[in-house]
Every structure is written in C-alpha cells, then in structure tokens.
Nanobody
Framework: QVQLVESGGGLVQTGGSLRLSCAAS????????MGWFRQAPGKEREFVGR????????NYADSVKGRFTISRDNAKNMVFLQMNSLKPEDTAVYYC?????????????????????WGQGTQVTVSS
C-alpha cells in the first residue's frame, strides 16, 4: 500500500520557519515529480511548489517564491518543504503529493489532477 506521510507542521510566529517532511512508503518515487499543496480554512486547495524527479527543476506559487524551498532525498524516498519568513496567510493544512507518471509527469505541475498519491496533510499555523 502506497502511503505519503507528512510531518513537521505546528504553530509558529510570523517571520518564523518550519520544515515539512514527506515520507513515502509502499513504492519508490525516485523517478516521479513530487508536489506540495495547501488548503486554508474555507478555501480551495492550492499549489505551493513542485520538484522534478531528479531535483533539477523546482516550481513555486508566486505567493511563496523566495520564501519556500523544496528538496528531495531519493535515497530515503523523502521530500521536504523548507518554509521561511512565514506569514499568517500561510496558515493551512499542507499536503504532499506524488505524480504517478514517471520523469516529466502526466500533466501540468500546478494542477491537483496531475498527482495520483496524496498524504493526509499536516497543519501549519502562523500567528500574528
């Protein structure tokens, strides 16, 4: 059974940092792009960022560009989201996702439908 499990969420003050981790099990995703999405209360889930299968390419939403960094460790089957200079508007449940199509994927990296596997999410709360 394929599982993605996020961890590292919590409560942080404005300007603080958090590092989210996503651990995959049940299969390897070393040949697959991985993405991060988030969903704030009362809002639709939105794209945060994505990393290509080999880590060579990263893409970010404009709202997090320059503050968030995605990385991966294929040997450990893990993906990370380093979040710096956090703002109250970053408060959301953060989800890790994996594109089931290998290498350069099966669709637009910013669309939820491109990703076939999802974690359960981890809560990030930024206090003002």
């Amino acid at each position: 059974q394929v599982q993605l499990v996020e961890s590292g969420g919590g409560l942080v003050q404005t300007g603080g940092s958090l590092r989210l981790s996503c651990a995959a099990s049940g299969r390897t995703f070393s040949s697959n792009a991985m993405g991060w999405f988030r969903q704030a209360p009362g809002k639709e889930r939105e794209f945060v960022g994505r990393i290509s299968w080999n880590g060579a390419i990263t893409n970010y939403a404009d709202s997090v560009k320059g503050r968030f960094t995605i990385s991966r460790d294929n040997a450990k089957n893990m993906v990370f989201l380093q979040m710096n200079s956090l703002k109250p508007e970053d408060t959301a449940v953060y989800y890790c996702a994996a594109d089931g199509t290998p290498y350069y994927g099966g669709g637009s990296y910013y669309r939820e439908g491109t990703y076939d596997y999802w974690g359960q999410g981890t809560q990030v709360t930024v206090s003002s």
